[in-house]
């Protein structure tokens, strides 16, 4: 993993994000029609980016390690909320193209596997997130 990732207003956009991962530089901002100027992707594109992004490379190790002849992998989100039991939920569709000479039987494997990741495993879970107050360094003016 990368360590900690920064996120800050950069001062360019209403809610453009500059994104700190590691040595990476990132932004992010909303859509127009959520009064952003769309100068990168939104928080929940990066949600997906992140699960995508696992989801590949989890089943490319997999293939290697078990000798399987998969030649490409790619994988589309997209995100909505959905009503389940009359209470709206996040629902990310997820579309897994495996290329390469497999059997049924691996391509299956392959969806379990898929389900494995650590970031599909994370986001079919409950998080627990501990949010504090950073000190910064500002002493209110006394009225």
């Known amino acids: 993993m990368s360590g900690i990732v920064v996120v800050a207003e950069n001062g360019q956009g209403r809610y453009q994000q500059a994104v700190t991962v590691g040595q990476h530089q990132l932004i992010a901002d909303e859509p127009p029609s959520l009064g952003g100027a769309d100068a990168g992707p939104a928080p929940f594109d ?3 980016a992140g699960l995508g992004a696992c989801t590949a490379i989890t ?7 078990k ?10 989100l997209s995100h909505a909320k959905i009503d ?3 209470v ?10 495996l290329l390469g000479t497999l059997t049924d039987e691996q391509r299956q494997r392959l969806l379990e596997i898929a389900n494995k ?3 599909h495993r994370a986001l079919s879970s409950s ?13 209110p003016q006394a009225q």
């Not at 998080?127 to 002493?139: D, K, Q, R, W």
């Open 67 to 76: 000798g399987i002849a998969l030649t490409h992998v790619s994988v589309s």
């Open 127 to 139: 998080f627990v997130i501990a949010s504090t107050l950073a000190s910064s360094g500002i002493t």
């Open 84 to 86: 389940v039991d009359g």
């Open 46 to 48: 990066f949600v997906m």
């Open 117 to 119: 990741c650590p970031v």
């Open 59 to 65: 089943l490319r190790m997999y293939a290697e390690r």
């Open 88 to 97: 709206a939920r996040d629902h990310i569709e997820r579309s897994i193209t």
